[in-house]
């Protein structure tokens, strides 16, 4: 079986619809106008399934994408209830070989415990009840393995980060070692690139791989980079791109580095540093969608 990279031809993109009781409750007006506009975009190119919290959610929602023009036959909103919206980390990974798929449902605990996740580590399982990946069959599996942690370049290597999936708070007593099985075994990987410098003020994942570097070719990574001596984040982003600089590819040979700018600091009303960046994109059929913050650097992004 093999993980495939996220540039590989996609059956459908999944969201996990804000609502009020969530994280998001106190903007949810300007978070949902947020989402109404990644779903315009996404069913722009390809399928969607959305999950909702409950009947009223759904039917909103469902009206919401009806006036965006968004094309009804490209939809499935469920009823799945959440804690939160990352679904890139509480959903399911699909791997896939000649000619058959099948999806792997990994456990979820909040990233390491920090927030409450029964209802995110329980959606996967739900929608496929409810019949959204057709035949496809699921997969349980105990280690806690977030969709953000890893990254894939489709030719047998994995990119992850040293700092996060080894925890005691994830997956207590599992090595490095044990993991780098573990991907071959799961996702056909037998090269394992353990980033071991990186991180963004504010992060609350432990340090994902999808907030630093990203494989958008088997023989390329985009990093999020820092070129202000003055900016906290600059030693360790610099110590990250040295470090990319050293990685090798299952040929031996070096990868292509495309550097991202670092936006200009933003803050919450506690006066705390926000994780701003733009390694964390999604890519889709025949387009990226990528975080902006009017910011000077969104265009160079």
Not at 38 to 67: E, G, K
Not at 171 to 187: K, V
Request: with cysteine; proline share 6%.
């Amino acid at each position: 079986m093999q993980l495939p990279p996220e540039w590989w031809p996609q059956s459908a993109v999944m969201l996990t619809w804000p609502h009020a009781q969530g994280d998001w409750g106190d903007a949810l007006p300007r978070v949902e106008q947020v989402f109404i506009d990644i779903a315009c975009a996404v069913a722009a190119q390809q399928p969607l399934v959305i999950s909702t919290n409950d009947h009223a959610i759904q039917t909103r929602v469902r009206t919401q994408l009806t006036d965006a023009r968004v094309d009804p036959n490209r939809l499935q909103i469920q009823i799945a209830p959440s804690n939160d919206i990352w679904v890139r980390d509480h959903g399911p990974l699909a791997v896939v070989n000649e000619e058959t798929a099948c999806l792997l449902d990994f456990q979820f605990n909040g990233w390491g415990g920090k927030y409450p996740a029964t209802y995110d580590n329980a959606i996967t399982r739900l929608l496929h009840k409810q019949g959204c990946f057709g035949e496809t069959d699921l997969h349980s599996v105990r280690t806690v393995i977030e969709g953000g942690a890893i990254e894939v370049n489709g030719a047998g290597c994995l990119m992850t980060t040293a700092q996060c999936l080894t925890l005691d708070t994830r997956n207590p007593g599992l090595s490095e070692a044990q993991l780098e099985a573990h991907f071959a075994q799961w996702f056909g990987c037998h090269k394992v690139h353990w980033l071991r410098s990186g991180h963004l003020v504010g992060d609350d994942t432990d340090g994902h791989i999808d907030t630093l570097a990203r494989f958008v070719a088997k023989d390329c990574i985009v990093y999020q980079s820092c070129d202000d001596p003055s900016d906290e984040h600059y030693p360790v982003l610099q110590a990250m791109a040295e470090e990319l600089r050293s990685f090798r590819d299952a040929d031996g040979l070096p990868y292509r580095l495309e550097a991202l700018p670092l936006p200009a600091a933003l803050y919450n009303t506690q006066g705390d540093r926000l994780p701003a960046g733009y390694a964390n994109f999604l890519i889709i059929n025949g387009a990226v969608l990528m975080p902006s913050y009017a910011d000077a650097a969104d265009c160079q992004a």
